[in-house]
């Protein structure tokens, strides 16, 4: 039997992000055990994958326009104790905008310049 697909749609000025895991190593170049990375976590790290929209119009059939003020596809930093774990996917979070504290920009080596 398969199992459904679930999709989340963010309500309000919400968006759905999931957390990604950084690196194992300390700045000194050990290797830290999750449960201790973890622990002095201040803020989790992650992308947004989904977020608030205003309901589509006839004019505009899309999706609708996102109204959560926080582009889709961003990284962004927010407390580790913040927003709503979703019950079937621990990697998933929903955050409510004023619980996101930044939107982080990637940029490659070389770049800045």
């Known amino acids: 039997m398969n199992k459904p697909t679930r999709y989340i749609q963010p ?3 919400r968006v759905l992000v999931r957390i990604i895991q950084l690196e194992d190593r300390s700045s000194g170049g050990l290797y830290l055990p999750q449960g201790a990375k973890e622990d002095h976590q201040e803020a989790l790290y992650g992308e947004v994958i989904e ?4 309901s589509a119009s006839a004019e ?3 999706l609708g326009e ?5 582009p ?6 927010f407390p580790k104790e913040e927003g709503l774990t979703v ?3 621990d990697k998933l979070r929903l955050l409510h905008v004023s619980q996101v504290y930044a939107v982080v920009e990637e940029v ?4 800045l310049q």
């Open 11 to 13: 309500l309000g000025p």
């Open 51 to 54: 977020v608030a929209r205003a």
């Open 60 to 62: 505009a059939p899309s």
């Open 66 to 70: 996102n109204v959560s003020g926080v």
């Open 72 to 77: 889709l596809g961003a990284f962004v930093l």
């Open 87 to 89: 019950p079937w996917d």
């Open 108 to 111: 490659e080596p070389g770049e």
